[in-house]
């Protein structure tokens, strides 16, 4: 983890609401791992203050991209930024995604599962698990509000994965959240460590993935969501409760074993 | 000749508290620096004058529900609640890593009790990495209690403060600061009674209470509700407070509210801070303090100012 000053290569509009920024630097593209995090300073001046963290994308051969949903003052601020301009990043952070769970004996699903803008690590953890030519089927379940709100399907089936997707108003895929379609997967039956999981999204839903992966005696990994100070461990503001005492999600963290986590604070 | 020598001398940052001697009056405070561990990936803190450690209790704290950050204008509100290992813990596990750090170790310390800081402060008088002790009257997250009786905030009453700082003076030969609390209707008061009860430094200011509210859900975007407001939107609060300390008591006063920048800090000590402490902006940029002690010896350069000493509280109306 370093704090460098990256210049933008592109930063497009890839769905509604939603943009992929692209950055150059050698020291991202050669230590970022998926399910780490950058932290982003996206004002020059102390408005917005603090730093905005971003999970990262895809890792390329000079740098990073960071898919990131537009929401806020500092996430227009981004919006806004142009080819050639310098962005002030502290990264990689974190712990990623573990693939030492897949086997990769050709019989083991990887499922992933993802809310919203969620599914930026998930998609490069299916680039990374492709990339170590891991013999497993990946499915690829997204959850979005609407139909123009979907991300990556393209991506996904690009790198062979099968999608399935949820939307809330129903535009596309099945009605409602996206565990509904996971609980299908199993077709009743428990998985075990036929299967594996990894989701990133809105806390209730990772609450929701964990606990039906409880149930099948699934391995599952999370990227926790909480409210960052400093992104480094110097604030303790992301502190979360574990069985094993108090974890900060930005430097235990963000991705978690899904049984560590004591849901309900 | 003599020019020439003085040229090689260069500036003096050197300040004191108490005893304790700092390189130059650039601290990170505590809360916003950890016990080092992770910041100094990001800065040289040898290159500092020293680090108050966040902020020990005798037993280990888990603090308030999360969410307990968010942001505001130019700032941020906490809700941390003094989130430590506990005394143990320091003493076995972060004391020996603090050696290695090249700084001066200041370490802050918060009790339920008396009893309680006075065993925190002859613990701590027996490490000698510990360089001197931040005695915190002014967390706004936590219960305050003093001989039984309950404070909104220590630092609110300057007869409880003036107990806790003699027990802790009467504990340790080691310098002390009083952290004190914005939240107050006179800080000269609180001021004089920690002076009078053998505090070396005050530092000044903690958070000012502080809240904000989803308007779409009605709650307070805080698990608990209120918080500690800090950042560059308190810089000119802070600054009235050290004008205010100043002109009431002799020692030293660690300057600190919003400081982010090396000018910043020149104002604080321009307005009397002896001392400079840099607390929110190291989330932002962890090598905030590095960069504000080279300012500040720059400006010093520039504006022919051979010891720091002579710009305290220089300041003119």
Redesign the interface.
Known sequence: ???IKTEIISNKEIATDHKVISLKSAHLAKHSKPGQFVNV?CSGQ??????RPFGVYRVRKDGIDILYKVIGEATKLLSAKKPGDILDV?GPLGNGFSTSPLNGNGEQKTILVAGGHGVAPLYALAEEIKKKNKKTDIIALIGARTKAHLLCEKEFKTLGAKVIAATEDGSKGAKGFITKPLLNISGGYELGDKACIYACGPKPMLRAVAEIANAWNTPCQISME?????G?????????VTRDG?KLTC?DGPVFDAKDIVWG? | MKSQKAKVKGQNLKVRIGKLLLKNPVLLVS????YG???K??TDLSKLGGIIT?TITVEPR??N????????????L?S?GL?NKGLKDFIHNKAGKLEKLGTAIIVSIAGSNLDEFEVMAEELSRLDVVSAIEINLSCPNVAHSIDGNKFKLTAQDKHATEKVVRRVRKTTGLPIAAKLSPNVTDIKEIAKAAEGAGADAISAINTLFGLRVDINSKKTFLAKGTGGLS???IKPVALNFVKEIYSSVKIPIIGMGGI?TWEDAVEFIITGATVVGVG?A??????AGEEIARGIKTYMEKNQVNDIMSLIGTVRS
Not at chain 1, 226 to 230: A, F, L, P, T
Not at chain 1, 232 to 240: A, D, E, F, T, V
Not at chain 2, 282 to 287: H, K, L
């Open positions: 983890m370093k704090q300073k102390t408005a917005p203050f603090l730093r502290i909480e409210y960052m100070g400093c480094i461990g110097i604030c303790m503001g992301c502190s979360l108090r430097k604070q | 809360g916003t620096c950890g561990d992770e910041i990936e990001f966040k888990e603090g529900p999360t969410p307990r950050i968010i942001e505001t204008p130019s700032g941020m906490n941390i989130e950042g560059p939107a982010s929110t190291n989330f932002v940029n962890p090598s």
